[in-house]
C-alpha cells in the first residue's frame, strides 16, 4: 500500500494533511471508493480542525445508508447523506477509529458510463437485474451488477447459480421490452455498460442441447448488443413461444417486474413484427419508451414534444430533411434532429406499444456530456436542451450575420419591439421558433434616478413562480428547566428562512419562556445530532429532526461564565452499555466544579424521571444483580470488553451502605454516545468541562432499576402536544396566479444588481416583465423545486390548470393577430421528492383528442381528471385557432401522409 500509512496514529492535523491529498486523487477505471456516513465525516473534519480529543467521532457507523439486511438505501444523495473517501484513506480511517461492524464498509467501482462518450464515475447504485434459465423462464433470481461486469463475469456467475458445468456451451440474451430476445453477443470483455442493460433486465442463459444445437436461433449473429444487430430474428421451441393470435400489442397493459412476468402469452411470441393492420389511427403515438436506467426524465419530455401536432408532423412528413444545419458550429451536425427524426417515426408508425430510445440517448450524450450515464436529471432541461439543439440543428440562417444593437431611447415599444424580433430571426429562423418563441418585455427602474429601461427578448418556455408560503410549522419538545414541569411538544409557525432565535421567540410566546435561555437540539436515538446556534438559519432543521428545546437558568450563549456541558445517559443492557432516554444540557461554572458538585447538578436535571419517593428509603438494599458475562461496550470506541465496571459497581454499592447512594458515575464519551469507559480529568480537584466534550452518566443496575420512571419520556405519539397553530388546510392554487406572480415587480437581489446608465454604477433595481407577445406553443414551467442556499425543498402545491380555454390575454400587452386562448395538449409529471423523483407525462392524442398517460414503457388511457395534479411539472399548450374545426374531425379527414423510410435496424425493434 502506499507510504502514507502510519505506523501508530498521527496527530489530527496530520490526519486532515493525509486525507485530503488522498481525496484529490483522480478517479481511475476499477478503482475502490468507499462510503462513509455524511454526519460521521463532518465530526472527524471538526474533529481534525479544533484538534480536542474528546471531539473524537468514534468509530466509523454507516448504518444510517443501509436497509434492513445490510443493502444500500436508493437515492442517497452525495455531501448530504454520505462522502467518498478513496481506498487508501478508507483504510487509514478505518485503521485510526475502528468501525461498528463488517457491513461499515461499503465500497464502489470507478466505472466508465455512457454510450458514445465515456465518463469516469464512482457507481453508487448497482443495477438490478433478473437472472434465468431457458426453459424456466417463470423462476428468476434477481441480482446486483455493476455496469463495468463483463459478458464473462455474468456468465460465470449464472454458471455458479444453475451448476452448468464450464465444458457445457452456453449463450445469454438479455429482454427488456417485451417480445423481443437480445443476443448478448460472444466477446468477453463486453461490459454491462456497453450492452446498454436496464434496471430489471431479464438475462437468460441458455445451454446448448446434447446433439449440438440450440433452442434458439439466431438469422445473423453479431458479437454484440442488440442495438448493434436489431434485425436479430429469433424463434424459440414452444417452451417460451406461443402464437401470434396471443400476442396482439394492447397500450393498456404494463410489463410487471415481478418473478412471473416472463412465461405468459402476452409476450411470448415469435418476435416479429406486429401487423399494421391491427391499428387504429388513435394509436399511433401511443408508444411507451423503454426506462434505460433512470432515464424517466427524458422520456416524459420526449412523450410531451412527441404531441405538438404542428412539430410531429414536420417531422412525420421529412421536410426537416431539407432544413438541416449540418454545419451551425452552434449546432450538432444534424444528428440531435435526425435521430429525434428516427424516434418520431416509431413512435407514430402505429407498429409498436413502445421502444427503446437507444439511438437518441446515445446522440444526446455525444452532444450534451452532462445527460451521460444514468443519473437522474431534470426533465425541464432535458426538454430546454432538446428545443434548443432541433433550433440548431434545422437553423435556416446558414451564416448568421453581425448584428447591432441599437439604444431604445424614447421610441415606442411596438418599434423596439418589431425591431428585435426581426433581428434575432436574422440569426435564428427555424421551425422551433416558428413553433415556440414568443417575446418578452423587461422594464427596469432605477431606484436613485429613476431612469426606465426597457428590452425585449425572445423566450421559449415561461418558468413561472409557484406562491408559497413564507413560512414552516417545526414540532418542537420544550425540556422545561423545572423538574415538575412535564415535557411538552408544540407545533411552531416561523419563517422559513429564518434563524433559529425565531424559533426560540416562537416557543417563547407560547410556552412562556425567556427566548434566551433556550438551546435548540436535534436528538436522534437518545443522543444529539446537532446543537444550533441561534443565529443558524432555520432552513437547517428538516421536516423529520426531533427538535428539543432546553430551557436553562442563564442566557445562551454565556461563553464568559458558564459552560454547557452535554451529558448522556447510559443503561447495561444484557450484554453492552447503551444509551437511553433523553440526554442532558447541564449548566455549570466556567470556573470549575469537583466531581461532587457536578453529580448534584446532574442530579437535579434528571430529578423529572426519578421515582423521588423513593431516594429518601433503602432502596439499594435489593439483590445484586447476576454481572452479565463478557460485557462489552456497545458504545466504546475501541469495542474492548468492560469487565472492570462491575468491579465498579461493587465498590459504589460499597458505599452505597456506609451512606454514598450514587446513582450514577461519569465517564467520558463522544458525541455518537461511545465510550472507553475512562473516568473524566480533574484540574486541579475540579471537572475539566467543554461544550464540545461529552460525558456520559453510567447507571448503576438497581438505582436505575428501583428509580427511574421509564413513562416520563414517552415516544413522540403519546407526548402531549399543545399545537397552537394547527397547519392551514392546503387549497389549490390558480395558474394564472401564477403568472401574476411572474409579471408582478420586484426588486433585483444583491448578488443580481442593475448597471444603471444615468448613475453610472450598480443599482438594487425594480424589474418587471410583460409577455409582449406568444407562441403557437406555449410550455409552462413550474418552478416547482426551491433552491436557497445550501437549502432544496420540493414545492408541492396543487396547481391547478386549464385543459381548454387559457386565457392569457391580460397580460399580454403587444399587439396580438390572434387571441391568446390556449387548450392544454401535454403534461410532464414530477412525483416524489428531491433525490428520490420519477417523471411521467399525460398528453393528448392528435387523431382522437383522447388523453394517455405514459409511464416509461407502459402507457394506458387517462380522463381528463387524472390529467391535473399536484405531480404537474411542465404544461405544453397550444394557440387555439377559432377558425378551425375541432382537431379531431379535421386530423379525420386530412391525416397527413406518414413517410417511413424503415431500416433493417428499425424492422425488428418492436414491443
Not at 14 to 33: F, G, P, S, V, Y
Not at 411 to 433: C, G, L, M
Request: charged share 25%; proline share 5%; glycine share 4%.
Amino acid at each position: 500500500m502506499s507510504e502514507l500509512r502510519p505506523t501508530s496514529n498521527p496527530t489530527p492535523v496530520e490526519q486532515k494533511q493525509i486525507i485530503n491529498k488522498l481525496q484529490k486523487t483522480a478517479l481511475k477505471k476499477d478503482d475502490k471508493w468507499y462510503l462513509v456516513d455524511a454526519s460521521w465525516y463532518k465530526k472527524w473534519q471538526k474533529y481534525v480542525d479544533t484538534g480536542d480529543p474528546s471531539a473524537s467521532p468514534g468509530p466509523i457507523d454507516n448504518s444510517s445508508l443501509l436497509q434492513v439486511g445490510g443493502t444500500l438505501k436508493e437515492h442517497l444523495t452525495d455531501h448530504r447523506d454520505f462522502e467518498l473517501v478513496h481506498d487508501e484513506a478508507w483504510y487509514l480511517l478505518a485503521q485510526w477509529y475502528g468501525t461498528r461492524d463488517m457491513n461499515t464498509a461499503i465500497a464502489r467501482n470507478v466505472v466508465e458510463q455512457g454510450i458514445s462518450v465515456k465518463i469516469l464515475k464512482v457507481e453508487i447504485n448497482m443495477l438490478k437485474v433478473q437472472f434465468c434459465k431457458h426453459g424456466d423462464l417463470e423462476n428468476t433470481i434477481e441480482w446486483e451488477l455493476s455496469k463495468g461486469d463483463t459478458l464473462a463475469t455474468i456468465e460465470r456467475k449464472m454458471r455458479e447459480i444453475y451448476n452448468i458445468p464450464s465444458s457445457r456451451p452456453v449463450r445469454l440474451w438479455g429482454r427488456h421490452v417485451r417480445p423481443r430476445f437480445n443476443f448478448l453477443g460472444d466477446d468477453p470483455e463486453k461490459t454491462v455498460n456497453d450492452m446498454g442493460f436496464y434496471t430489471n433486465e431479464l438475462v437468460i442463459i441458455e445451454v446448448q442441447k446434447d446433439d449440438g444445437s440450440w433452442y434458439m436461433t439466431v438469422d445473423q449473429t453479431s458479437a454484440g448488443n442488440a442495438s448493434d444487430n436489431p434485425t436479430t430474428k429469433v424463434t424459440t421451441s414452444s417452451t417460451i413461444s406461443s402464437t401470434a393470435s396471443n400476442s396482439t400489442p394492447t397500450a393498456a397493459v404494463r410489463p410487471s417486474t415481478s418473478n412471473n412476468n416472463y412465461n405468459n402469452s402476452s409476450h411470448s411470441s415469435s418476435y416479429q413484427s406486429h401487423d399494421d393492420s391491427r391499428f387504429r389511427d388513435g394509436d399511433k403515438g401511443v408508444c411507451g419508451l423503454a426506462n434505460m436506467g433512470n432515464t424517466c426524465f427524458m422520456n416524459s419530455a420526449i412523450q410531451c414534444l412527441s404531441n405538438v401536432p404542428v412539430l410531429t408532423d414536420y417531422f412525420l412528413q421529412n421536410e426537416y430533411q431539407n432544413e438541416l444545419n449540418l454545419d451551425n458550429p452552434l449546432g450538432m451536425k444534424g444528428e440531435i434532429a435526425k435521430a429525434y427524426a428516427d424516434l418520431i417515426r416509431l413512435m407514430w408508425s402505429g407498429t409498436r406499444s413502445s421502444t427503446t430510445p437507444r439511438d437518441f440517448k446515445s446522440q444526446l450524450e455525444t452532444f450534451a456530456p452532462q445527460f451521460t450515464g444514468y443519473q437522474q436529471h431534470d426533465s425541464q432541461e432535458l426538454l430546454a436542451f432538446l428545443l434548443d439543439g432541433l433550433h440548431e440543428d434545422l437553423n435556416r440562417i446558414k451564416k448568421k450575420p453581425y448584428v447591432e444593437l441599437t439604444d431604445a431611447g424614447s421610441r415606442p415599444d411596438e418599434e423596439v419591439a418589431a425591431e428585435a424580433w426581426r433581428n434575432y430571426r436574422k440569426r435564428n429562423d427555424s421551425v422551433i421558433v416558428d413553433t415556440f418563441y414568443g417575446l418578452l418585455k423587461s422594464t427596469v427602474v432605477c431606484p436613485e434616478c429613476t431612469k426606465v429601461s426597457s428590452t425585449f427578448d425572445p423566450f421559449c418556455h415561461l418558468s413561472v413562480p409557484l406562491p408559497q408560503n413564507e413560512e414552516r410549522q417545526i414540532e418542537v419538545t420544550l425540556v422545561p428547566w423545572q423538574a415538575h414541569r412535564k415535557l411538552t411538544l408544540y407545533t411552531l409557525t416561523v419563517p422559513k428562512f429564518g434563524v433559529i432565535r425565531d424559533l426560540c421567540n416562537a416557543l417563547a410566546k407560547v410556552a412562556n419562556v425567556d427566548p434566551s435561555k433556550l438551546i435548540i437540539c436535534d436528538v436522534y436515538y437518545n443522543r444529539f445530532r446537532e446543537l444550533f446556534n441561534h443565529d443558524e438559519m432555520i432552513t437547517k432543521i428538516l421536516d423529520w429532526d426531533k427538535i428539543h428545546a432546553y430551557e436553562m437558568n442563564v442566557p445562551f450563549p454565556d461563553p464568559e461564565t458558564t459552560v454547557f456541558q452535554p451529558v448522556y445517559q447510559r443503561e447495561m443492557g444484557p450484554y453492552n452499555w447503551r444509551l437511553f432516554s433523553l440526554p442532558l444540557i447541564v449548566p455549570a461554572p466556567k470556573s470549575g466544579v469537583t466531581y461532587e458538585q457536578f453529580y448534584e447538578l446532574v442530579l437535579a436535571r434528571v430529578q423529572r424521571f426519578l421515582n423521588t419517593s423513593k431516594l429518601d428509603t433503602r432502596w439499594w438494599e435489593v439483590e445484586k444483580p447476576v454481572k452479565p458475562s463478557g460485557r462489552r461496550d456497545e458504545h466504546s470506541s475501541d469495542g474492548e470488553h468492560s469487565s472492570d465496571d462491575s468491579d465498579k459497581d461493587d465498590a459504589m454499592n460499597d458505599k452505597w451502605e456506609e451512606g454514598g447512594r450514587k446513582l450514577f458515575r461519569f465517564v467520558v464519551a463522544n458525541a455518537n454516545g461511545y465510550s472507553d469507559n475512562r473516568a473524566p480529568e480533574l484540574d486541579g480537584g475540579k471537572l475539566r468541562l467543554s461544550e464540545t466534550t461529552f460525558l456520559s452518566a453510567n447507571w448503576v443496575q438497581v438505582a436505575q432499576k428501583q428509580l427511574y420512571k421509564d413513562d416520563e419520556y414517552p415516544d413522540e405519539d403519546n407526548t402531549k402536544s399543545d399545537r397552537n397553530s394547527p397547519e392551514k388546510k392546503k387549497v389549490p392554487v390558480l395558474l394564472t396566479e401564477c403568472i401574476d406572480l411572474f409579471v408582478t415587480s420586484q426588486i433585483l437581489g444583491a448578488e443580481d444588481l442593475w448597471y444603471c446608465p444615468s448613475c453610472k454604477k450598480h443599482q438594487q433595481a425594480t424589474k418587471k416583465l410583460d409577455l409582449w407577445s406568444t407562441p403557437e406553443v406555449l410550455v409552462v414551467h413550474l418552478k416547482r423545486f426551491l433552491y436557497h442556499g445550501s437549502y432544496r425543498d420540493k414545492i408541492d402545491s396543487n396547481i391547478q390548470f386549464p385543459l381548454r380555454g387559457l386565457d392569457l390575454g391580460k397580460y399580454v400587452i403587444g399587439p396580438e393577430k390572434t387571441p391568446a386562448v390556449y387548450d392544454l395538449i401535454a403534461v410532464t409529471n414530477h412525483h416524489g421528492g428531491l433525490g428520490s423523483g420519477h417523471y411521467t407525462a399525460h398528453a393528448k392524442n392528435r387523431y382522437n383528442e383522447k388523453w394517455n398517460y405514459f409511464d416509461d414503457d407502459w402507457v394506458r388511457d387517462a380522463t381528463e381528471q387524472d390529467v391535473c395534479t399536484k405531480a404537474a411539472y411542465v404544461l405544453l399548450y397550444v394557440r387555439r385557432d377559432p377558425s378551425k374545426k375541432p382537431l379531431a374531425v379535421e386530423l379525420a379527414s386530412t391525416a397527413p401522409t406518414i413517410i417511413v423510410e424503415r431500416s433493417p435496424s428499425e424492422s425488428m425493434e418492436t414491443s
